[in-house]
């Protein structure tokens, strides 16, 4: 749990971002065109998206890995093991839920031991892996580690019970950190 919660706190200092984000997704069933896309983040969970057009975006890959979220919904952690990801050090931790009802569920998390950057999830529901998602970071501004691809992995059947999966992929440019967003931005966006 500490190495989450260094986690957790090495995003603390971002406050806001906007971003340029280039969308591509590959799946069978499902033609959406590359889209690109500016998105809002304000702390804790507010996002807001401008696009041509439909896009497809995980809202976890906008909220820094989400691990604040998961850490409400999943308050048991354990160290799996550490090795290297990415040529990165990590420690590999998996969230397990403390709720009867999340059906075997859980979060795998490999955290980056070095700079608490989180570097790939997935998340489980008993034996099935719904979702990876992988993450590159650069810094930006000089100050802030934030995230400059994120490949998301759907499984089979995660989204319609009927679909064959694919895979979601996002380019993050153009970052502004921490400018003070107005919540006017995000009304009505949930």
């Not at 090495?10 to 499902?30: C, G, S």
């Not at 969970?45 to 995980?58: A, C, N, R, Y």
């Not at 529901?125 to 400059?148: C, D, I």
Request: proline share 4%; charged share 20%; glycine share 8%.
């Amino acid at each position: 749990m500490q190495m989450v919660e260094r986690a957790l706190r090495a995003t603390e200092q971002v406050q806001d971002y906007t971003a340029t984000v280039a969308v591509t997704v590959d799946a069978p069933n499902l033609q959406i065109p590359r889209r690109t896309a500016k998105v809002y983040y304000k702390r804790p969970d507010k996002v807001h998206v401008e696009s041509q057009g439909l896009t497809v975006i995980p809202r976890d890959a906008l909220l820094l890995g989400n691990l604040a979220d998961h850490l409400q919904q999943h308050t048991s952690a354990s160290l799996m093991g550490t090795g290297q990801l990415g040529g990165r050090p990590v420690h590999a931790i998996k969230l397990s839920p403390t709720d009867a009802d999340a059906q075997g569920g859980r979060v795998l998390v490999w955290i980056d031991s070095e700079r608490y950057l989180l570097l790939k999830s997935e998340i489980w529901r008993g034996s099935n892996k719904m979702l990876t998602a992988r993450f590159e970071h650069a810094r930006v501004a000089g100050a802030h580690w934030m995230p400059q691809r994120i490949v998301c992995d759907v499984a089979a059947g995660s989204l319609t019970g009927r679909d064959e999966g694919g895979r979601i992929e996002l380019q993050f440019s153009n970052y502004r950190i921490n400018t003070g967003l107005p919540d006017s931005i995000f009304e009505g966006n949930g």
